[in-house]
Every structure is written in C-alpha cells, then in structure tokens.
C-alpha cells in the first residue's frame, strides 16, 4: 500500500511540471512578442533596456532602486506590468482544468492516505480540504486554486464513507477468518497430539465420556439389590442341599465300606486288631486296586465275560432297592398306603443323614406321583411287576430277568407320559411339569442302574468288579457332591457381594 | 448494557451448571444395566428352556433304556445338542444378571450336559467304567435338580 501511495504522490507530482512549465513559456512568450525598439534610457540613473517593461534601474534611482521590476501604472490600469508571479497566478486561476485535475489526484491521495489510518486528529473533512489546497502547486504564490481542487477532489470524500465502512466490515471478515484458521489449527494441532480439548471436555462434563457406564437409576440399583437378594436366599438353600447330598453320599461312602469290611476276612482281623479307622483305610485301598485291575481288564478285554452266580447277593439287593425306591412308591399309592409311615420316620430324628436324605426323595416322588394321576392306569402293570420281584426275590433268576425286562419298559412308559404334548392332559403347569419329569426321571435312573448291574456282572471276576463298580459309583457321588457344594458355597458368596455392592449403591444414589 | 451483561453472564452460570451436573447423561435401560425380564413372557421362556432341558434329560435315559432293551446303540448326539440349547436358552444375557430360582436350576443341568459328554465319549472309547461315572454324575444331576425345583402346591419339606 505503501507503495501505491507513493506511486500516487509521484503521479501527483509529475503532473506539476505539466503545470508550471506551461505557465512560464507563456510569460516568456507574452514578453517575447513585445516590440524590441531601439531601447530606453532612464534619465534618474541612465539604465538602458530595449523594452521599457524589463528596464532594470540602477540602486539608488529615484524611479525605482530595487531589483525587482515593477509594473508600470502607465501601461494598464487593470493589470499594472512589471509582476510576472502575479501574472501567473492569474493565469492559472483562470485555467480551471488545471486544479480541478489537481483536486483529482490530490483528493485520490488523501483518499488513500485517510484509509489506511492518515491524518490522526482530524475530522475527514478538514483533512480532505487541507490537504488538497496544501498541495496545490501554486499555493505557495497566493494562487489557493481552491474551488476547483475541492471540485475534483469530491468524489472522493464522498465515497469516504462507503469505502471506510468496507474497510471495516473487511477487517472485521479478515480478523474473523485469521482467528478460525489459527483455532482450526490449535485444535488439529491438539488432536494430533492426542490431547483432549476443553470443548470435548465440557461435552463430557455434560453427557459423560463415550467409555463411561451410564449410571443406573436408583430403581435400577434397588432391583438388582432385591434380585440378588433373591439369588443368595435361593443358593443358601442349594447350598443346604448340596450340603446334606455331599454328607449322605459320604454316609453311604463309608457304609458301603463298613459292608464290605463285614464280608473281608482280612479286613475283619484288621478291624479287631487296629481299630475302624485303619480297616476304613485298608479297605479303601484294596477297592482302589480292584477298581485299578477292573479298569485294566476292561481295556483288555472289553465286556466279553461269562454270567456267574456269584452276583445274585448284589442283584438282589439292587432289586430291592428299585423296588422301594421307584415301583413301590406307585404300590404304596395305589393301595391307599400313603406316606405317613415315612413321615413319621423323618420326624423322629432318628434317621443318620444318609436315611433321612433318602426318605425326603421318596416323599418328594410320592407326592409327585399322587399330582401326576398316573397311578390307577399304571396299576396294575405295576401289580404283575410287582408279583415279578416277589418271585425274583424267592430266587426265580428267570422271573427277575423279566422283571427287569418289564422295569425297562415301564419306566419309558412313564418318561413317555410326560411329554409335554402330555402334560396337558393331567392338568399340569410347566414347572409343574418339569418336575414331575425330573421325578420319572429320577425313576428311571434307579431302574437303568439295576439293568447296568446286569451288565456289569458279566465279568471274570463278579464279585470283585462288582465292588469296584460299585466304589467307583459312590466316589464319583462323593466326588461331585463336594463340588455341587464347593460351587454353591462360591456361588452364595458372590451373590451376597453383589447384593452388598447394590444395596449400597442404591442407598447412596438420590 | 448492564442489563445485558448481566443477562449473559446468568446465562453463562446456567449453561455451566447444567455442563457440571452432567444432565445430559441417560440413565441405561433396564436391559443395558442387565437387570433379568420379569415379564411373563420372558418367564414362560425360562420354563420352557427348563422343561426342554428336563426333557432332553429324560430323552438321554430313555434313549439308554432304549438301547439297552432293544440291544442297539444308542444315538446320543441330537439330545445332547438339545439340552445345549436348553442350557444356551436360561442362562443370562452377556453382561445381564441371572433370574432367581432358575439360576438354581442352571447348574445341574449344566453338569448333566458335562455327564453326557462323558458318556458319549466313553461310549467312543468303550470304556465302561468312564461311562457308569459319566451316569453317576448324570444321576446325581438329575437328583439335585428334583431337589431344586419347586412346583406349584407341592410343599417342599426341609
């Protein structure tokens, strides 16, 4: 800009001698084409000049010492000669183009000048007007040119303000759009870096960072309180449960132990001879290394083995036990026997645990029983099942083989009944039905276990594969009910932090 | 102009206590924060997946029963991936809370679907005694879970 004012000031000032130049031939022209006579003499000090007009006297002559000329009164009464500086500036002020052209570049100039920020302290007017007759050319001589310079400097100051607001409204356009580049570039800068910024920072504030868990209402924290609440009673309860199967299945572990302690020479002498705990001890060991042999055979020899007699002591045992367990509790309801026996038996508190374990089972599946209704068109397939064990346990192998047969069919018969395109028909809801499934179920656990003993029997050695079966069987429940136990004892605990955890944050929360 | 400072200066102290006390944070749905449905539907569900888990249990027996009557071999798989199902069907959402009751009932039957996979591979191996533990933890999986479910006008005695 700096430089487009000094191209106008230059351009400003080239056009001076454009100005003054015309001016000065002209007078030299006017005093030329005066007629050049023989001369005049001044008769006070005998100057001589050719032109009357340029005569020069000498100081000191009464008819004028000075040097400069002076014009003579004589010549024109108007336009006294003699002054040709006035004459000039006469001339100029009637030559109008001349300063209205000056007005123009001037009036440019100070436009220029004012908007970038020239003429501190002065209104826009007066520094229009001043500066315009200040640099007129032939101000200097009294020639001011005033008018005509204003006239051309004018459209300038009158688009002063137009072109002022313009430069506002850019520098405002311009300041603005400086400013959004160098936050556009603060902000990728910061990006970049991988720093948060505080825009980001107050959205946070106000609707949480995009990682955080929303927080839960205090309704929400009061029903997860109240539902693990809910589970930790539900798993003390499995806990009781798991807790009384672990201590039966170990009742039924060392029963079985003592058993088979009462059937071995050997183990009766170190009985009488080391006490419970070392027969308990040796005896375990001595079923681990049949269990051990048994294994090895198997792998061996798979399940080609003959059927010996040996087993009926065990296969009736097991008889009896399917008939209690399973048949007989249908026998019972049938006949109008109902459960009190059994009841009474629980009450008395006489039970070891394994029993009293035992004896809820049943009355559990006899209750089941008696909803399902199943019992008056079971009847009497049971009652023939029934005369069949009677004549197994009189020592009929052929008629237990049939009963066997006959507990086979009979418990797919009940698995059958209920189905869930059955469990309609006797009235039932889904849970409802779902255990009473879970009981048939347990039936036909007891019934496959009796027709597996079978199987199992058909070995070289029956008596002692039997008992390693048998161990084996009594370990894995004990096994397991101490995991169940362990699992739900780790189970309660959590629920119970949890419901902690939940109360109090449902407390705390508003 | 001193209105109109004060003006924005209150609007400033509102927007900023409103950035502070972070209201614009939603509270999650019940099911983000994984509280168990309730309703009856997802209630029959959870029965629904129970009973099939139950009756793929009863399947399981009585595909043995079956086998062992009629002397063929037993076809285990398909009842198995049932009781898979059943099993996938009651457990919790991902990141969801367990229903009560039955989240009791989820563990025996997950051990049922263990004592099934011992089974089955014992039945692979043709080993026996693999295979008679496999059914003693199918047995005790069955007897834990009677003793769990608690139907309608049955009175549990304890």
């Known amino acids: ?510 | 102009m001193n209105r109109l400072l004060s003006s924005l200066l209150a609007a400033g102290l509102v927007l900023t206590a409103a950035a502070a006390s972070g209201c614009g944070r939603k509270p999650p749905t019940d099911a983000e924060f994984g509280l168990p449905d309730t309703s009856e539907q997802a209630r029959a569900a959870r029965e629904g997946a129970l009973f099939e888990g139950v009756e793929a249990m009863m399947a399981f027996r009585r595909e043995q029963l079956r086998a062992s009557v009629e002397k063929s071999a037993p076809n285990y798989a398909p009842i198995r991936d049932r009781l898979a199902k059943a099993v996938a069907r009651l457990r919790p959402a991902p990141g969801g809370m367990p229903a009560p009751q039955l989240e009791a009932c989820l563990e025996p039957l997950e051990t049922a679907l263990a004592a099934m996979d011992q089974v089955i591979a014992a039945g692979k191996t043709g080993d026996p005694l693999e295979a008679a533990e496999g059914w003693a933890l199918f047995d005790q999986s069955a007897e834990t879970l009677f003793m769990m479910l608690k139907p309608s006008g049955v009175e549990k005695r304890q």
């Open chain 1, 1 to 510: 800009m700096n430089r487009f004012l000094c191209a106008a000031s230059l351009l400003a000032l080239l056009s001076l001698p454009a100005v003054a130049p015309g001016l000065v031939p002209a007078a030299t022209a006017a005093a030329a084409e005066a007629p050049d006579p023989s001369g005049v003499e001044c008769a006070g000090c005998g100057a001589t000049s050719s032109n009357p007009r340029n005569l020069r006297h000498r100081p000191g002559c009464p008819y004028g010492g000075d040097s400069s000329p002076r014009p003579d009164p004589g010549t024109d009464r108007e336009r006294p000669p003699g002054d040709p500086a006035k004459e000039a500036d006469f001339l100029l002020s009637m030559l109008a183009p001349l300063p209205l052209a000056g007005g123009v570049a001037f009036g440019g100039i100070w436009h220029v000048k004012r908007l970038f920020g020239g003429f501190k302290g002065k209104s826009a007017i007066r520094s229009w007007s001043d500066y315009i007759t200040e640099h007129y050319p032939m101000g200097a001589r009294g020639a001011s040119g005033g008018f005509w310079g204003r006239l051309g400097g004018l459209p300038f100051l009158v688009l002063y303000p137009f072109t002022w607001t313009l430069g506002q409204v850019g520098i405002g356009v311009g300041w603005c759009g400086m400013k959004t580049g160098e936050g556009v570039a603060w902000l990728g800068k910061k990006t970049w870096q991988g720093i948060t910024w505080p825009p980001k920072q107050v959205y946070y504030a106000f609707a949480g960072r995009p990682d955080e868990k929303p927080r839960p209402t205090k309704r929400q924290l009061e029903l997860a309180d109240f539902n693990f609440r809910q589970l930790r009673q539900e798993e003390e309860k499995v806990l009781a449960e798991t807790r009384a199967a672990r201590q039966a299945a170990a009742e039924k572990r060392e029963a079985f132990l003592d058993e088979f302690i009462a059937g071995d020479p050997d183990l009766q002498k170190t009985l009488a001879a080391e006490g419970r705990e070392a027969a308990l001890a040796r005896a375990a060991k001595k079923l681990d290394a049949y269990l051990h042999s048994y294994r090895e055979r198997a792998k061996i020899r798979g399940d080609q083995q003959a059927l010996v007699q040996e087993m009926d002591r065990t296969i009736s045992k097991a008889d009896q036990q399917l008939f209690e367990d399973g048949v007989g509790i249908f026998l019972d309801q049938a006949a109008g026997r109902l459960t009190k026996g059994w009841n009474d038996q629980l009450d008395s508190g006489k039970l070891t645990r394994a029993a009293s374990h035992d004896l809820r089972l049943k009355l559990r599946l006899a209750d089941v029983a008696q909803k399902t209704k199943a019992i008056q068109d079971e009847y009497y397939d049971l009652k023939d099942l029934g005369e069949s064990f009677k004549k197994a346990e009189a020592g009929d192998h052929e008629a237990r083989l049939e009963a066997h047969e006959k507990t086979g069919r009979i418990i797919i018969g009940w698995l059958d009944n209920v189905a869930p395109a059955k469990a309609g028909t006797v009235a039932l809801t889904t849970m409802d039905a779902a255990y009473a499934a879970t009981a048939h179920l347990m039936l036909g656990n007891v019934a496959s276990n009796i027709r597996g003993d079978m199987v199992r029997f058909q070995t070289a050695r029956p008596h002692e594969d039997a008992l390693a079966q048998r161990w084996s069987t009594f370990q894995s429940y004990d096994k397991f009910a101490a995991n169940a136990e362990r699992i739900a004892g780790i189970r309660r605990d959590q629920w119970a932090e949890l419901e902690k955890k939940y109360s109090g944050e449902a407390g705390g929360s508003k």
